[in-house]
């Protein structure tokens, strides 16, 4: 049975708010949401998130709900203007589960407007959906259809009209049609993972692979210890709130602090003072009693005396913001405990990261590629991704003739997990960590039952559209899924990204690999939210190469099982998703020069029976985590693949 020291359980769930003003709204709130956002026909907006059940009570007065099931498309009246439209893009795609269309239009009526696309398709075949705007922090960007829409056969023409009279048509093209890499050889070698594994294993994957690879690889040793995985102990006494008292080890739980009893006693005698001993490794509280041998000793009492004794090796605290005036009663010996429950083996020092280093010339002449993954412990595809590239990178070397260009022309940084710590508490403790160990909340926010919210998103940690600098997407909650820190850098996950960029300059290109949704995304990824100031958009030049180069990696991706990453989220992180404060890929971009990509990957899997899409989650069964790292190390070669054939303007 759970007791007042468990944390309540997590869940991940589908919400759904009424407009883009509530989703804000969650963002601005902290919660923990997922990348998988989808706008729904009656405008409404859906997304996945990462909530416990008070959690998500405190959601719903800023207006979330559980999602029912998709609502049918509002329909409203015509208006007397007519509107004029814009068929911003129209493409087609044929998956592994057929053909399908993703349409996006503006209006000059602007979100009020209510539009449909109708189309035509090779040997009559033809379709109508309903369409929804896009708004993002008060700006209307189109609009779009929510997920893409299943044809019978390609599509060739597109009709868009809409309730205010307006109407436009297009042509309707391929997606994504991008640059063919460049064809491996039939002896090509593929399909090196087997598991989900937890950091040792990462490492020491990479480790073997330099030993195999001496002549193609150093090994390099990131210089930021992370905090490591460990706690203090805890342990809670009494009956919250009143009649409790908190007691954290000064060491940590591996360095003794597990070894720690505290006991509360009752004397046995009327007339007794408030006495603490130590005993070795027990604290013994003898309570006070009156003079019937009742005990009257308050927890805010007992915290005082516990934190009078010299020689506790712990601190003592009331229950969170309560002032402790609750009597305790005696209670028996209570062994503290960090609460972490990996095996013994699995290291709670302080972690060092590691990178691979691939390529024929490791000097710096030829162009960097950054590939690091795993900022979000929660995401156990993500470093699949890079374990299957730098196999088939080093394995293919000596027999395959574009992957030998590919290590003679580029300089590859392989960073597997990014955040070891957060990594193992989610493989062995809590399966939904999104952040690091590192606990900055204070002693009223650091109870037992609190612990799976604590550490920093270090995704939000970067020095660039910060949270410090005014932008919006992160928060200063410490509690927060999206807490961005102390201070901009505050974390070694982050130094030691950034430390990869200023050390190796050149490096070009970089990419973040996530889960999940199936987005591809660059910067900018932050504005402020006050008039949607967005960090200052790439060149025009510089959005056509992101753009072709995305859809020559989405080439890639789609090759291995058909698994087509949409249009709609394809593009700057702020045009796609949402604005995401002191995010990496924006540092790199705006102080490096670095062209910077976020993969999100598990994209959504069709389900020809209730003719929806449905989102895998951060640890989909690994047959289907397996298939995801397998198209998105392709993904990941094709990414290498731009950057060998790259050459400074």
Same mark, same amino acid.
């Given at each position: 049975m759970a007791g007042?020291?468990?944390? &309540?359980?997590?869940?991940?769930?589908?919400?759904s708010v009424p407009d883009l003003a509530a989703m804000d709204r969650?963002?601005?709130s902290g919660a923990d949401l997922t990348e998988r956002v989808r706008p729904q026909a009656d405008g409404t907006i859906q997304v996945d998130a990462v909530v416990t059940? *008070? $959690?998500?009570?405190?959601? $719903?007065?800023?207006?979330a709900r559980l999602a029912p099931e998709t609502p049918a498309p509002a329909r409203s009246k015509a208006t007397a203007a007519k509107d004029q439209l814009v068929v911003e893009r129209a493409v087609w795609f044929k998956s592994r589960e057929g053909y399908f269309l993703s349409? &996006?239009?503006s209006s000059s009526a602007g979100q009020a407007a209510t539009l449909s696309v109708t189309w035509k398709g090779k040997h009559g075949s033809t379709g109508q959906a309903a369409m929804v705007a896009y708004?993002?922090?008060?700006?209307?960007?189109g609009h779009q259809l929510s997920t893409p829409v299943p044809a019978d056969k390609e599509p060739q023409w597109v009709t868009v009209t809409s309730a205010g009279g307006g109407k436009a048509e297009a042509r309707v093209k391929e997606w994504?049609?991008? &640059?063919?890499?460049?064809q491996t050889g039939s002896g090509y070698q593929k399909d090196f993972i087997t598991q989900y594994m937890p950091p040792a294993q990462l490492n020491e994957r990479i480790k073997d692979l330099h030993k195999r690879f001496p002549k193609l690889t150093d090994l390099i040793t990131l210089p930021n210890k992370t905090n490591g995985y460990r706690r203090h102990a805890q342990a809670l006494i009494g009956t919250p709130p009143a009649a409790a008292v908190v007691i954290t080890s000064t060491a940590y739980g591996s360095e003794g602090g597990n070894d720690l009893a505290v006991e509360l006693v009752n004397p046995g005698a009327p007339g007794r003072p408030l006495q603490v001993t130590v005993n070795g490794k027990l604290i013994t509280v003898s309570l006070a009693t009156?003079?019937?041998?009742?005990?009257? *000793?308050?927890?805010?009492?007992v915290v005082a005396a516990i934190?009078?004794?010299?020689?506790?090796?712990?601190?003592?605290?009331?229950?969170?913001?309560?002032?402790g005036a609750g009597v305790l009663a005696p209670a028996p010996l209570t062994q503290l405990s960090d609460f972490l429950n990996a095996p013994a083996d699995v290291s709670r020092a302080p972690a060092q990261v590691l990178a691979l280093r691939v390529g024929v010339h490791r000097d710096g002449s030829r162009t960097g590629v950054l590939a690091y993954s795993q900022e979000h412990a929660r995401e156990w595809v993500t470093p699949l991704v890079t374990i299957e590239a730098a196999e088939r990178l080093l394995r293919n070397y000596q027999r395959d003739k574009a992957t030998r260009k590919l290590l003679e022309r580029t300089d590859i940084f392989i960073v597997p997990t990014v955040n070891p710590d957060g990594a193992n508490y989610s493989f062995y403790d809590f399966n939904s960590q999104r952040k690091n160990m590192t606990n900055h909340c204070p002693a009223q926010q650091s109870d037992p039952a609190l612990r799976n919210q604590w550490g920093v998103d270090v995704n939000r940690n970067y020095a660039v559209g910060s949270l410090s600098d005014g932008y919006f997407g992160a928060s200063a909650n410490c509690q927060s899924g999206t807490f961005a820190g102390p201070a901009e850098h505050s974390e070694p996950e982050s130094r030691n990204v950034i430390w990869l960029a200023q050390t190796y300059r050149n490096i070009r290109f970089a990419m973040n690999v996530h889960s999940y949704g199936g987005y591809f995304m660059w910067p900018p990824g932050a504005y402020k939210q006050d008039g949607r100031v967005v960090l200052p958009r790439p060149t025009t030049q510089e959005e056509a190469y992101f753009l072709r180069s995305a859809r020559t990696i989405e080439e890639a991706i789609a090759a291995e099982r058909g698994t087509v990453t949409w249009p709609q989220q394809t593009g700057p992180v702020t045009d796609v998703l949402y604005s995401a404060a002191g995010n990496s890929a924006d540092e790199l971009w705006y102080d490096f020069g670095i062209y910077g990509w976020d993969f999100e990957v598990g994209s959504d899997l069709w389900n020809p029976t209730t003719k929806q899409w449905e989102g895998v989650g951060f640890q989909p069964p690994f047959s289907e985590g397996h298939q995801e790292a397998m198209e998105f190390a392709a993904g990941l070669i094709s990414l290498v693949g731009v950057a060998a054939d790259y050459r400074e303007p």
């Open positions: 007042p020291a468990d944390p &309540e359980p997590a869940s991940l769930v589908t919400l969650l963002v601005a059940p *008070s $959690q998500l009570a405190a959601l $719903q007065p800023l207006g349409v &996006e239009a708004v993002d922090a008060g700006a209307y960007l994504p049609d991008g &640059e063919r890499p460049d009156d003079g019937s041998g009742a005990a009257t *000793s308050t927890a805010a009492q934190n009078a004794t010299a020689g506790t090796g712990v601190k003592a605290t009331t229950y969170r913001t309560d002032a």
